[in-house]
């Protein structure tokens, strides 16, 4: 974590003797006039992500972004490669090879591997059986269950994962060729990736995710596709799924530390809101004892990570796939949770409301029912809410669309814009507000707000989300693209023609940031503002940090955007 001291402030220009004090645009006390020549005070800070609890023994080791195509394939080349197979000929991938090289990125050696097609273990392989469902999806060998988490959870809309995954290619049979082709939202595009369907075996069984039908095959092939755009399947190991889930919708998502949120009450009103209205929804456990390897010595990441006296597994990630309030004949009114191990077996809550603790009899059959309630172990169960935010340590929440109030529902978007930058070392890399002046240097962007909201609780404003993803796509197999700690701040103007000089911050609030800079992939704001001009300024924590960012902006209402120069 680092933090700035306040600077002393420029000669102030001149003002007129009669200006009042006014309300500071944030809330942030009051804004006194420039005449007093009392500077804003601020000092920024930063943080690193937490880790997932999910890595390996090797971390990935990082790099300065290059090109981003690791994995990317155009879709004319693809049709080439389908083209160029002869008769009978089943597709083999030479960018990711049937090799250890394509499983570690590190120096693990595993013996024993056999790569198989779908048509060597089943006999009628398919894509997909009776649609895309959470269950199917079941973790292998491999720590990646912040990717199968969100796989599960974007599987409640099984029309998005035939967007990712195609259901029309077939396994078998007519038509067969071995090439399969996903799609994953990447920097602000849907991109190809091709891969052949040979996947790792043991002992004739498949080693990482798998369906929980034995036939299917849809997320095996997609867990291999996204370990291609990563390198490798160990690249897997330890991640964030609001990534993942972006990846997977192209949407908007957002982490919800249980420690930094203080009104628990309204979270859970926010969950329950978002999942009657179609959100997708992960968790992740607490990880109270240090790291494991991913590649245990027997080959499976899940001996290494054993369940807790609760039936909860330290650092891993879950699905919340339902938030409910039931009525108990004793208890009164009850705010529950149902949450998903992607192991998909009888690694599941213990405590209460677990499936088979008395308290259930308390409940209506009809509430029951409701609830799709089952006594299975298959990694589903219930728990109280209290005791959700007492064993997991974050819950991440992921739209389609913006939610400008956050209440749990996607708002209507009027209008969506984006614009892709630079931070150029010794040019337009100015680090935060910890120096104004090398602040000022940062790439800066008129947002000018047109019209007001239509209904009466608006007050005269609009809402707007502001957004700021930092580029993270991948341009080597055994190097990582670095995460720069990333924010954004939005400052009034008067002036959309002309640039925030290093001045302006000595004197003036800003109506908006993202807060505490951190390496995420993205961070965002929403704000409330009146018709005019701002200006919208990402920026990295440390200056001289070079790196590519996208700024997104949604509103309900028109709205312009464009780079100032």
Known sequence: MGCGASQPAPPSPEVNPSEQVKAAPNGAGTMPPVLEEVPVNV??????????????????????????????????????????????????????????????????????????????????????????????????????????SSCAAVARNPKLIERVIPPDQVLSGDGYTGLIVCRF??????????????????????????????????????????????????????????????????????????????????????????SRHGAFITSSRKKDRPWKPLWHDDGDWRMAYKTDDHGLVEGHAYTVTGVARVNHNDMGSICLIRVRNPWANSAEWNGDWCDSDEKWMGVSEEQRKKLGRTALSDGEFWMSYEDFCDQFE??????????????????????????????????????????????????????????????????????????????????HRNMGVKMLQIGLVLYRTDDPERRLPGAHFYYNYEEGSSGTYINFREVLSRLELEPGYYVVIPATFQPECPGHFMVRVYSPKPFSLKRLD
């Open 394 to 475: 974050e819950v991440s929440i992921c739209t389609i669309g913006p939610d400008f109030d956050q209440d749990g529902t996607v708002d209507y978007v009027g209008q969506v814009k984006a614009i892709k930058g630079e931070w150029v070392k010794g040019k337009s890399a100015g680090g935060s507000r910890n120096d104004f002046e090398k602040f000022a240097t940062n790439p800066q962007y008129l947002l000018t707000i047109e019209e007001t909201d239509s209904d009466e609780e608006s007050e005269g404003t609009s809402s707007v989300l502001v957004a700021v993803m930092q580029e993270h796509r991948r341009s």
């Open 185 to 274: 939202w990447r920097f602000g595009e849907w991109v190809l990736v091709c891969v052949d369907d040979r996947l790792p075996t043991k002992e004739g069984e498949v080693i990482f995710a798998r369906s929980s039908e034995p036939c299917e095959f849809w997320v095996a092939l997609l867990e291999k596709a996204y370990a291609k755009l990563h390198g490798s399947y160990e690249a897997l190991g330890g991640g964030q799924s609001m990534d993942a889930m972006v990846d997977l919708t192209g949407g908007l998502a957002e982490r919800f530390d249980m420690e930094d949120t203080p009104d628990k009450k309204k979270l859970y009103r926010l969950l329950l809101k978002a």
């Open 43 to 148: 000092m920024e800070e930063a943080k690193d992500r937490p880790k997932t609890g999910e890595e390996g023994a090797f971390e990935l080791p990082e790099s300065e972004f290059e090109d981003g195509r690791l994995g990317v394939i155009e879709a004319e080349a693809v049709e080439n490669l389908r083209n160029n197979l002869a008769l009978e000929e089943y597709y083999c991938d030479e960018d990711f090879p049937a090799e250890n090289s394509s499983i570690f990125f590190s120096t693990c050696v595993e013996t024993g591997i056999v790569w198989r097609r779908p048509y060597e273990l089943q006999e009628e392989p398919r894509l997909f059986v009776d649609g895309a469902s959470r269950r199917d999806v079941v973790q292998g060998a491999l720590g990646d269950c912040w990717f199968l």
